[in-house]
């Protein structure tokens, strides 16, 4: 029984650490490589003459819907399948290292939940932030949150944005869409395939 205990505490805490890894992936990627995605989009709306601002503008008005949009879009690719392809033509040219058991899946894959970690740190900093233009009576009322965290740039006021608004949207606001997006995109994928099982490949992480 105690066995059993720790066997299940193991998987849990494996299962919570995976669920981290991603988000700290995404956050790294939102910080430092998210031009990847966002410079071509500015490209080709300057080029298309949809918009008028510089890259740097441009970046922080339209970031969120973009880096969501790329999160929906890497959730339909199907890395479960990929990896297993993989896995068996590395197998065809070594045999002897397929010998060993392959892990066992998660009942729930991680990609699924990733985004609970960033959604709690979130909404935490989303209920603890509080605008420059709070009142000295009531210092819990703070005007336009929705729009500090979500709104475009032109929809920012001197009041909503300070030292840490690029940061918010980097680290928490920007990373949560995307693993949102990508866990929606996995269902959604799952259940056009036909697939319908609840369980995804682990290679899915």
Known sequence: MHLCYTWVMLRVITWCAKCLFLYFLVVIAAVRYSWVFTVPVWQVALKMHWTQLNRTNYVLSYFLPIFAIAGLLIGLIPFGRLGKAI??????????????????PDLIA??????????????????????????????????????RFFGPLRSQTPGLIDNRWISDRFIFTGPMLFLMACAIAVLLRHRLTGSGQTAVDSTES
């Open 110 to 147: 991680p990609v699924l939940c990733a985004w609970i970690p960033v959604t709690l740190a979130f909404l935490v900093r989303f209920a603890t932030w509080q605008s420059r233009n709070s009142s000295v009576l009531d210092p819990h009322l703070s005007p336009g949150r929705v729009e």
């Open 87 to 104: 896995g068996e033509l590395f197998a065809s040219f070594f045999p002897s290292a397929s010998s060993k058991l392959a892990p066992e």
